[in-house]
């Protein structure tokens, strides 16, 4: 599949973006749709399409920069009373850009934005199997 996306221009400095944050591994910028107007979006400058491709030490990057943009964006000047991560691997997810990309977003009360969904609590027994076979998974994953 063709790896292009606009963020890997982005990070070539070949598409515009209101940048906020860059080290040599992670570049942070405005969200050009943006869900609220504090909406942040964190990428790795080598592209991977998905968690699956995505190196875990650049995975804790986004995450340790996600955690450092959430403390500027409430000290800013943006609106922002709490703060949501988001992150969609996956068409099924949500995913449309196909560049892995950690979504930082500011929060205003009544500010429109959520997950939608209908939760309830299944029986233990339920959560145990699933956890089971999760658990069967990561021990295969880690024996790789
Ligand atoms: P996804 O649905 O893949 O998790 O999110 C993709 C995000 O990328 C969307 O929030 C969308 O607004 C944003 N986006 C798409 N194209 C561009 C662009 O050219 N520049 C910027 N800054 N954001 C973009």
């Known amino acids: 599949m063709d790896p292009y996306t606009i963020f890997a221009d982005i990070v070539a400095g070949r598409a515009p973006a209101s940048i906020v944050y860059e080290d040599p591994d992670v570049l942070a910028f405005m969200d050009i749709r943006p869900m609220t107007p504090g909406h942040l979006l964190v990428v790795p400058k080598v592209p991977a399409r998905s968690l699956a491709e995505l190196d875990p030490e650049i995975g804790g990057k986004l995450f340790q920069v996600g955690?450092?943009?959430?403390?500027?964006?409430?000290?800013?000047?943006?609106?922002?009373d709490g703060v949501n991560f988001f992150l969609a691997d996956g068409v099924t997810a949500g995913q449309e850009v196909f560049h892995v990309h950690l979504h930082v977003i500011a929060r205003t009360p009544g500010d429109g934005f959520g997950l939608r969904g209908r939760p309830r609590t299944p029986p233990r027994e339920d959560l145990d199997y699933l956890a089971a076979s999760i658990r069967g998974a990561l021990r295969r994953s880690v024996s790789e």
């Open 67 to 80: 955690q450092q943009l959430a403390a500027a964006l409430r000290a800013s000047e943006v609106n922002c």
